[in-house]
Antibody, heavy 120, light 108 residues
């Protein structure tokens, strides 16, 4: 059974780069059919798709965040990562990683989420 | 981007009630519509995909229907563990995935 788990700093200063890692267990990120995704949720708000990286390494980003987002993978560690540059308080959110099925088009499973606060 | 609008935004109901939540897309998305349940402090959980297919392990009191622009999530008989926030999500535009704003289901 595939599981995903986020890790990274919970506090980032304004204008700096937010960096998070998602560790995948129970399956390989290189196996076909899945995209590895980041989604965030502002406090008390709804869900916002950030982007994903495919099993072949192609990346797709939310156009609203595209200029600041980079998603990459480390297949040797079975991990994928998120970098969001030039953060402001508006980037304070719970960040989730999740697996996306390219066949059935759903997100499952999700990590437990990690709260990242942008503050000086 | 395809906009997803859920109604109502919040809903009060009692255990045993039948509840319906609606999700409307700003353009036709065929049946590329998923539903998630989120409890406070937890990650969303997939309930239904492709508008009406129940995810493995999800109780049969949950059902989904619709196609094109209008979709519904129905809970046939509310149980105490069903009080949560529900989100719809379109996957028609896989390069621009969007979620509804959520429907908070509260105990009356």
């Amino acid at each position: 059974q595939v599981q995903v788990q986020e890790s990274g700093p919970g506090l980032v200063k304004p204008s700096q780069t937010l960096s998070l890692t998602c560790t995948v267990s129970g399956g390989s990120i290189s196996s076909g059919g899945y995209y590895w995704s980041w989604i965030r949720q502002h406090p008390g708000k709804g869900l916002e798709w950030i982007g994903y990286i495919s099993y072949s390494g192609s990346t797709y980003y939310n156009t609203a965040l595209k200029s600041r987002v980079t998603i990459s993978e480390d297949t040797s560690k079975n991990q994928f990562s998120l970098k969001l540059s030039s953060v402001t308080a508006a980037d304070t959110a719970v960040y989730y990683c999740a697996r996306y099925s390219s066949r059935d088009n759903w997100f499952d499973p999700w990590g437990q989420g990690t709260l990242v606060t942008v503050s000086s | 981007d395809i906009q997803m609008t859920q109604s109502p935004s919040s809903l009060s109901a009692s255990v045993g009630d039948r509840v319906t939540i609606t999700c409307r897309a700003s353009q036709s998305i065929s049946r590329y519509l998923n539903w998630y349940q989120q409890k406070p402090g937890k990650a969303p959980k997939l309930l239904i995909y492709a508008a009406s297919t129940l995810q493995s392990g999800v109780p049969s009191r949950f059902s989904g229907s619709g196609s094109g622009t209008d979709f519904t999530l129905t809970i046939s008989s509310l149980q105490p563990e069903d009080f949560a926030t529900y989100y719809c999500q379109q996957s028609y535009s896989t390069l621009s995935i969007t979620f509804g704003q959520g429907t908070r289901l509260e105990i009356k």
